[in-house]
């Protein structure tokens, strides 16, 4: 196909007819598939039944340090579960909380005590300041933005580059700021670019002078062993980093096994310095006497060490990698010729990211809807749900089943063909 830029007139109306009729014919099959949210499938789900048969009355229910799980105490997490996620984290055992479900709780927990409270080194809670800004390297995970904008903190688009955000920008405005209190950062496999942050971002971030003492990064590392080819990628250690710039309160690490285990009946943890770990215990014993013990011990039993993790993510893997090559696939052959949209082609992660041209994404998501396609809201990457380019649209492709994603990735592209051809033609 020639550059949808570079046709005329009479190109662009043939490029519609054609992509009409084959609108039209998707439309009348009454589709409904739903690839709003980076949802596990089944088949993935079914990996972790075992974590069902690995506690029962018969089989002890005490953690490896003869703590009984059955009962209160122990609000950073059983001695096993410990060892496990600071692994997992690339932390000392020390510097961590095992918690409960999700790592969303955790985060939003996070940043509601600061406003409340304030952290470790703050002169007053985040709440009572007149301002209170947050970073949102873009497109990024919808639901960081949500807990700022409901907690009403401001939200300051920053851009993101191939290796992670524009560190330019960001040195720039935390140097400058104290109302600047926190950074939204996915940094391995990112949500929705499945970008990894290179090593120099990462010492980049971890020698940040940031005007606020009590400027926290939010590192929300839920995709470090969702790798999708045996070349996984590899990020630097951000506390280690921190540490060696003189900055080892600076940030809080958070990863789940919602994605390895069970969607929302998984465990979650945050990794920080042992001064940040000693402060957040302090404030969340107010909270919790304890997290779900239980939940812990199974996870452990099933999942063992990081080996077991590694093993049992490539079961993923094998799942939902011939799901994203479905996908690329289809863009490559619908898309790439006349340099209709870009996308990403993740190493890992759940997540492809796709970029219409300037203007298209809200039309694009709007007309796949009318067709039975249901995707992530446009916009929906950014914070305030506004893209100001309206161009990024988020594809989730581990949910639907293959044949289901195919028909949906062709009705996509057939959307982003009209509505393009629609706006250049219009324009002429
Ligand atoms: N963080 C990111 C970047 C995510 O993409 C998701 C889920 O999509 C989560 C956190 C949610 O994790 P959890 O289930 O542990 O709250």
Redesign the pocket.
């Known amino acids: 196909m020639k550059k949808l830029n570079s046709m005329n007139k009479e190109e662009l109306l043939e490029l519609i007819n054609e992509s009409q009729k084959k609108y039209d014919s998707y439309k009348s099959k009454n589709l409904k598939y739903d690839m709003s949210r980076?949802k596990p499938c089944p088949e993935q789900l079914d990996l972790s039944d075992g974590i069902l048969d690995c506690i029962s009355s018969t089989s002890g229910l005490k953690a490896g340090d003869g703590t009984d799980c059955r009962n209160y105490g122990g609000l950073d997490g059983i001695s096993d579960a410990k060892v496990l996620f600071s692994q997992l984290l690339e932390v000392g055992v020390n510097e961590l909380i095992v918690g409960g479900n999700?790592?969303?709780?955790m985060m939003y927990d996070c940043v509601s005590r600061a406003m409340l409270k304030g952290v470790l080194g703050s002169d007053m809670p985040w709440g009572k300041l007149d301002q209170v800004k947050f970073l949102c390297p873009s497109p990024g995970?919808d639901?960081h933005f949500a807990i700022c904008e409901f907690l009403g903190i401001e939200m300051i688009t920053v851009d993101m580059n191939e290796d992670g955000p524009d560190m330019d920008t960001i040195e720039k405005l935390v140097s400058e700021d104290a109302s600047i209190k926190g950074i939204w950062c996915?940094p391995k496999y990112s949500?929705p670019q499945g970008i990894t942050y290179s090593d120099e971002v990462v010492e980049r971030f971890a020698a940040l002078k940031p005007k606020a003492p009590d400027f926290r990064i939010f590192w929300?590392n839920?995709?470090t062993v969702h790798h999708l080819t045996d070349t996984p990628d590899q990020l630097k250690n951000i506390l280690e980093s921190c540490k060696q710039a003189g900055n080892s309160d600076m940030v809080y690490i958070f990863a789940?096994t919602?994605k390895i285990t069970y969607?929302?009946a998984?465990i979650?943890a945050m990794g920080a310095s042992e001064a940040n770990i000693e402060f957040l215990k302090k404030q969340l014993g107010i909270q919790t006497i304890c997290y779900d013990k239980i939940n812990q011990l199974r996870h452990v039993r099933f999942l063992k060490n990081m080996d077991g993790i590694a093993a049992h993510m490539k079961k993923h893997a094998a799942i939902i990698r011939p799901k994203f090559d479905i996908v690329l696939d289809i863009l490559d052959k619908e898309l790439k010729s006349g340099g209709a949209a870009e996308w990403t082609c993740p190493n890992g992660g759940?997540f492809i990211s796709l970029n219409t041209m300037d203007g298209c994404a809200k039309a694009v998501v709007a007309k796949a809807k009318e067709a039975g396609v249901t995707l992530t809201g446009a916009g929906a990457t950014f914070p305030y749900k506004k893209d100001p380019r309206d161009r990024n649209i988020r594809i989730a492709p581990t949910y639907p089943s293959l044949d289901e994603l195919k028909n949906a990735i062709k009705v996509l592209c057939v959307c982003v063909l009209l509505v393009e051809a629609e706006k250049l033609l219009a324009g002429m």
Do not use: F, K, P
Not at 102 to 105: A, F, R, V
């Open positions: 980076g999700t790592s969303l709780n995970y639901r996915v949500n929300d839920s995709y789940s919602s969607a929302g998984g979650a759940y």
